[in-house]
C-alpha cells in the first residue's frame, strides 16, 4: 500500500530490502545469542553492481576489510551474509582469517564466487568468532528465502525495532524499485556507529556512478545522525543494484538520473532517522535544520554540533527550552558565524533572534518539546546553503543499556 510521495518517489508502507526484483533474505538464529535470530543473508538472482562506504574508525574490523576486497576485485556482490553478537573486530590475523572462511563457506553454500560475497558483522569487540556456530548459520542459508522481516531481525544489537523502506520511481518508463534496511541504536556518530545498512535496487547503475552517488547520500543522511557521538569499527553502508528491470545503465547524464537520485537520498533518509529515532534509552527524535549559511559544509557542520550535544540532547529529554545550549553548540562548531545574526526557533517558537533572547512564553516552549519529534532550527543569515542532522535524546536509560552492555 502507498502511503507518501515525494515529487515522483513513492515510498511503500510494507517495504523492506526485498521490495526491489531478484532479492531475497532471510534469518536465523545459530547461537551466537541466547534466543534472537542471530545470522541473516541478502541474495540477488545476479551479480549486482556494488558500492561501500565504511567507517572511519582507525579499528576498521575484519568483516569490513573482506568486504572491501571483494568489492575491489570485481565491483560486483551476489550476496551479503550478517551476524550479529559478535563484531569480529579487534581480532587480529585470527580475525581476518575468520572473516575469509565466512566469506569462502558462505559463497560455496549459495553456489557463488567468494570476490561476489561481502561479510558483515556487529556486536561485541574484541571477541573471536566462534567458527563452528557460524558454520551452522551457513548451513542454514536459503538463497532464494523471502523472509526480509527475519533479516531485519538478524542483524539487531541493543535496537528496539527492525528498520526498513522501500522506494519507487520511473527509469526508462519502467518502475524501478529501491529498498533498505539497517540496524544502529548504540554508538551512533557516523563517519560512517555500530550502523549497518543496506540498500538494494532492480535498477541497472553504472558501478562508479553508484559510489559517487552512495557517498554523496551518506555525507547528507547517515553521516548527520548521531545517537551518542561514538564511531563503531565496523559502520558499513553498502548498495546492491542488480540490473534486473534491463533499464539503460544511469549515471549522471541519464534524463532520469534526477529522479533516481531522489528516490536513493530518500531511502538512505528514512533509514538515518529510523536509527537515529532508535538510539538507545530514546524518547524524542531531534532534527536540527540550519539555514543560511555560507557554505553546504558550514551548514552541515553547525548541524551535527548541535545535534551532538549533551546538553541539547538532555534540555529536550526534560522539555527545557534552554537556547543557550544550542547558540553554544553554535559557536564551536569552528564555523565562521556571526553571533549578532542568529536566528533560533524551537519549532514555530523563535527563541533567539539576532543572537539575543525573544519573548517567548517558557510554558509553550516546553509543551512543544515534551513532543515524541522536536524540531530546532537555526538561521545564520550568511548565505543561502542549509543541512539537516537527526538525534534522539539522552536520557539516564542510555547509562544503563551501556553500563550492562556486556552482561
Known amino acids: ?51 561501500g562506504v565504511y567507517t572511519q574508525n582507525t579499528f576498521q574490523a575484519a568483516p569490513l576489510k573482506v568486504t572491501q576486497d571483494s568489492i575491489a576485485s570485481s565491483g560486483k ?30 559463497a560455496g553454500q549459495m553456489g557463488i564466487e567468494p570476490k561476489h560475497t561481502a561479510i558483515l558483522s556487529t556486536g561485541l569487540i574484541g571477541v573471536q568468532l566462534p567458527m563452528a556456530t557460524i558454520e551452522k548459520g551457513i548451513q542454514s542459508i536459503n538463497v532464494h528465502a523471502d523472509e526480509p522481516e527475519s533479516f531485519e531481525q538478524a542483524i539487531l544489537t ?23 534496511a539497517a540496524k544502529g541504536s548504540g554508538m551512533i556518530h557516523p563517519n560512517m556507529a555500530t550502523m549497518l545498512a543496506y540498500m538494494t535496487t532492480d535498477a541497472a547503475v553504472d ?36 540490473g534486473k528491470q534491463g533499464n539503460t545503465a544511469l549515471d549522471e547524464s541519464h534524463p532520469d538520473w534526477d529522479s533516481f537520485k531522489a528516490a536513493f537520498f530518500l531511502v538512505s533518509e528514512l533509514l538515518a532517522k529510523k536509527i537515529a529515532r532508535d538510539g538507545e534509552g530514546a524518547t524524542k527524535l531531534i532534527e ?9 559544509t558550514s551548514a552541515r557542520r553547525v548541524a551535527k554540533a548541535v545535534i551532538s ?57 516546553t509543551a512543544y518539546l515534551e513532543q515524541e519529534q522536536v524540531k530546532v532550527i537555526v538561521d ?8 539537516t542532522a537527526w538525534g534522539c535524546d539522552l536520557t539516564y536509560d542510555y547509562v544503563k543499556i551501556n553500563a550492562s552492555y556486556r552482561t
Open 207 to 242: 558501478q562508479a556512478a553508484l559510489h559517487r552517488l552512495l557517498k554523496e547520500a551518506t555525507d547528507h543522511t547517515y553521516n548527520m545522525i548521531t545517537v551518542d557521538g561514538d564511531s563503531s569499527t565496523n559502520d558499513t553502508v553498502l548498495a546492491l543494484a542488480n
Open 77 to 106: 556482490i551476489q550476496a551479503i551474509v550478517t551476524n550479529s553478537a559478535n563484531a569480529n573486530a579487534c581480532t587480529g590475523k585470527i580475525g581476518m582469517e575468520n572473516a575469509e572462511i565466512m566469506r569462502s563457506q558462505a
Open 158 to 180: 541493543t535496537d528496539t525495532v527492525t528498520k526498513h523502506t522501500a522506494v519507487q520511481t520511473e527509469v526508462d518508463g519502467k518502475t524501478i524499485t529501491i529498498g533498505g
Open 380 to 387: 545564520l543569515k550568511q548565505g543561502e546553503a542549509e543541512a
Open 309 to 365: 550535544s549533551n546538553l541539547v540532547k538532555t534540555a529536550v529529554y526534560g522539555a527545557d527550552p534552554n537556547w543557550g545550549r544550542v547558540v553554544c553548540a553554535v559557536g564551536y562548531s569552528e564555523e565562521p558565524v556571526d553571533p549578532d545574526t542568529v536566528d533560533v526557533y524551537l519549532g514555530d517558537i523563535q527563541v533567539v533572534e539576532d543572537g539575543l533572547p525573544s519573548d517567548f512564553s517558557e510554558a509553550e516552549g
Open 1 to 51: 500500500m502507498i502511503v507518501s510521495q515525494k515529487a515522483n518517489v513513492t515510498v511503500i508502507e510494507t517495504g523492506h530490502v526485498t521490495s526491489a526484483e531478484g532479492f531475497y533474505a532471510g534469518g536465523v538464529h545459530c547461537g551466537l545469542r541466547r534466543k534472537k535470530l542471530d545470522f541473516g543473508w541478502i541474495y540477488s538472482d545476479v551479480p549486482a553492481a556494488a558500492a
Open 288 to 296: 536540527v535544520s540550519v539555514t543560511g549559511a555560507a557554505s553546504s
